[in-house]
């Protein structure tokens, strides 16, 4: 029998006919806009030889023995793999595929984005002007002011391609200084280090920071671009906000896990930072109209979008097809996981 690949999804356009080109294979498929029950999975995970998921399934004991010994290859489309039991596909020499740089661009985007919404009262502005409470503000010198990212200090939590090209952009708003705190032993330490800028000498000084103290008490604006794990849980925590500046700006584009959201909600309602710009947050999708975190007018939240441009879509995609291919076939995948 021809072996079987599950898929979490239905893929783009090009991608599914890539998929789809392989006779070889059973493809097995969720066909629908919603993510793909869990019971489905583990009902059609039997004896298949590779699964492609989506950050929203987990890769866990019960998936990884359900499938069985056929399984070859995990393909994530996604650069997070927090929703992966690594270790157990190590031991049980499962290979692990992603996506980490299709998305670079289109997440540092969003970033920017976040971090000038945060600083410049995006969304509050926005909401004032929905809510019709325009010709209660005529223009005044002080109406809607907030901080500048020109001249500002930008400290990354994480200092991996995201980090770098968000530096990039940031370059050209006229930054002051960039320090950043990476867990990844040589992360950062080459003196290309920011390599994203093509190799050349920035005039911002771009410095390791000593500690997340350092990080949290000199910066302007915090960027959370660290992978979650047991050690950055909650780094962003009531002690991390506690140093921050009043006037400083948190965004967040990981994972909402890296920052305790009530302490968050904390430090916003007394004032204690300036405001907030979030992709992720804990316990995503679940935040109903009655979260505390949407009572923060200086929080700026979407809901996951840091990858969302057609592009970059179409290359995750095609992407987590070939990686699947790859695994399968004991080809070289476009970007593995070194488990
Ligand atoms: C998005 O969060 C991803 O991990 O790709
Ligand atoms: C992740 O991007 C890190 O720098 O640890």
Redesign the pocket.
């Known amino acids: 029998s021809k072996p079987k690949v599950v898929v979490t999804r239905k893929l783009i356009d090009h991608a599914q006919a890539l998929l789809d080109s392989n006779k070889d294979l059973e493809i097995v498929q969720w066909d629908s806009e919603k993510p793909a029950p869990r019971e489905w999975l583990l009902q059609n995970a039997q004896n298949a030889s590779g699964i492609l998921v989506m950050l929203t399934d987990k890769i866990d004991t019960e998936l990884v023995s359900t499938a069985g010994s056929t399984l070859k290859t995990i393909s994530s489309f996604s650069v997070g793999t927090d929703h992966v039991d690594t270790a157990l596909l190590k031991s049980h020499n499962i290979r692990l595929g992603y996506t980490p740089t299709a998305l670079t661009d289109a997440v540092a985007d969003l970033t920017v984005m976040l971090t000038l919404m945060a600083q410049r009262r995006g969304g509050e502005a926005m909401a004032k002007v929905l809510d019709g409470e325009w010709p209660q503000m005529p223009w005044h010198p002080l109406l809607m002011t907030g901080p500048q990212l020109g001249g500002s200090t930008v400290g ?8 770098q090209a968000t530096v990039k952009r940031l370059l050209g708003f006229g930054v002051k200084k960039v320090v ?1 705190l ?3 032993p040589g ?2 330490a080459r003196e290309d280090h920011y390599g994203l800028l093509g190799g050349g000498k920035s005039e911002v000084p771009i410095q390791p920071a000593k500690s997340w103290e350092e990080v949290a008490s000199e910066s302007d604006v915090v960027i959370v ?3 979650l794990t047991p050690s ?1 849980k909650h780094l962003v925590g009531k002690e991390f906000l506690a140093k921050m500046k009043k006037t400083a700006v948190l965004v967040n584009i ?1 994972r909402g896990g890296v920052v305790d959201t009530d302490a968050l909600v904390e430090a916003l309602d007394q004032d204690r930072i300036f405001g907030a710009g979030l992709d992720v947050i804990e316990g995503e999708p679940n935040v109903p109209k009655d979260h505390p975190i949407l009572k923060q007018k200086r929080c700026v939240l979407v809901p996951h979008i840091g990858s969302a441009t057609v592009p970059t879509r179409e290359q995750m995609a095609e992407e987590s097809v070939k990686n699947l291919l790859a695994g399968l076939r004991g080809e070289e995948m476009v970007n593995e996981v070194k488990l």
């Open positions: 990354f939590l994480g200092f991996g391609r995201i980090a950043y990476t867990s990844r992360e950062g671009g660290c992978a950055t990981a």
